[in-house]
C-alpha cells in the first residue's frame, strides 16, 4: 500500500511517495519517491510578513502539480501540513483557500509543538536504547523543535522561532537566542550523557558530507565540517562542494544550531535516521488507516 505526504516548509516544499510493507507480524516503510522544490517561503514570510503574489503564484504551480502526481499514484491517503512560513504569513488563510480552490488539496498550517510531535512520535526507535537519553533536533528555516526523551519517554518538548533562514536574515533576538541555550541546558542537567537525533535536509546533508554513513556523527567531526563549509563563499560552496544553490547559504546557520544545541546540552554524538516531518506524516496515516481497516493479521 502507498501513502503520500506533503510538507510545505519555510525553505522547501516537499511530496514524499512511501510504500508501506506489511509482512508477517512486521512493518517498513520504504520511500518510492520525493519531489522536493526550493520556494523559499520563509523569505516573504519572516522578513514581509505576507507571501508575495510572485510565491504565491509559484506555490499553487507546484500544489497543481504535486496534486496530479497523486492522481496517477495509487495512494490509501494524503495529508499536507504547512509549518513557520505560512504560521508567520498574515495572508496565510488566502493561501490555504487558494490551493484548495485551485489545485483541489487540503492544507493543514500545524504550530511548532504539533509538528515535533508527529516527527517524534513516528520516528525509528527499533535502534535506541530504551535507557539511553536523547535530544531530538529538527532544524527549519524558521524553527527547530526540540524533544527531549528520556529512558524511552518524552520529558521535554519545545518550538523556538529559531531558524536557517531567520539566523540568515539576521531575524533572531538576541535575548531570545539566550532563551534558547539556556532551556537547552536546564531541561539536559542531570539526565547523564546524551544522544542527539538529528532531522531536517541540512542535517542530513551536514551528515553526508562527514561521510559517517551508519554511525554517529561526533561533535568534533561535526564542528570542523562546519568550519570547512563556512570558509567557502557561499558560490564556491555550490562550484566546488557540490551543493545546491538553496542549500549553501542556509547550511551555515543550520551548523550553528545544532553546534548550539549540542554544546549546551554536552553531546558529543549526533545519529541521523533520515526521517523528518513527511515521514512522520506517513506513520501517521497509517496508524489511522490500520484503526479504521478491519481488524486481520499481517
Known amino acids: 500500500m502507498k501513502f503520500a505526504s506533503i510538507d510545505i516548509g519555510s525553505n522547501a516544499v516537499r511530496l514524499l511517495f512511501c510504500n508501506v510493507i506489511e509482512d508477517r507480524g512486521t512493518v517498513s516503510f520504504k520511500k518510492a519517491e520525493l519531489i522536493r522544490i526550493p520556494l523559499r517561503l520563509g523569505e516573504d514570510a519572516f522578513i514581509r510578513k505576507r507571501i508575495t503574489r510572485q510565491k504565491a503564484t509559484r506555490l499553487i504551480n507546484t500544489m497543481k502539480a504535486f496534486k496530479h502526481l497523486i492522481s496517477v499514484h ?26 484548495r480552490r485551485e489545485a483541489g488539496l487540503e492544507v493543514r498550517i500545524i504550530d511548532g509543538k504539533t509538528e515535533a510531535s508527529i516527527i517524534y512520535a513516528h520516528h ?43 539566523l540568515l536574515y539576521d531575524k533572531v533576538d538576541k535575548d531570545y537566542w539566550l532563551e534558547f541555550k539556556e532551556w537547552i541546558k536546564k531541561v539536559s542537567q542531570g539526565k547523564g550523557e ?98 479504521k481497516r478491519p481488524s486481520r493479521k499481517i
Open 124 to 166: 525509528s526507535a527499533g535502534q535506541l536504547d530504551k535507557n539511553g537519553t536523547y535530544m531530538y533536533v529538527d532544524i527549519g528555516g524558521g524553527s527547530t523543535e526540540l524533544t527531549l526523551i528520556y529512558k524511552g519517554k518524552s520529558i521535554a518538548s519545545k518550538s523556538f522561532n529559531i531558524g536557517t533562514i531567520l
Open 194 to 291: 546524551i544522544t542527539a537525533i538529528g532531522s531536517g535536509g541540512n542535517i542530513n546533508k551536514l551528515y553526508k558530507m562527514s561521510e559517517k554513513k551508519g554511525k554517529p556523527l561526533p561533535y568534533k567531526k561535526l564542528k570542523q565540517l562546519s568550519a570547512n563549509i563556512e570558509s567557502y563563499s557561499p558560490k564556491d560552496r555550490v562550484k566546488i562542494l557540490g551543493l545546491n544553490p538553496d542549500r549553501a547559504d542556509v547550511i551555515v546557520p543550520a551548523s550553528k544550531i545544532l553546534l548550539t544545541v549540542m554544546k549546551n546540552a554536552g553531546i558529543q554524538n549526533i545519529m541521523v535516521p533520515e526521517i523528518g516531518l513527511s515521514d512522520g506524516i506517513v506513520r501517521g496515516l497509517y496508524q489511522e488507516y490500520k484503526k
Open 74 to 99: 495509487d495512494i490509501i491517503d494524503y495529508r499536507a501540513c504547512a509549518t513557520a512560513a505560512l504560521r508567520a504569513a498574515e495572508n496565510r488563510d488566502e493561501i490555504i483557500k487558494r490551493i
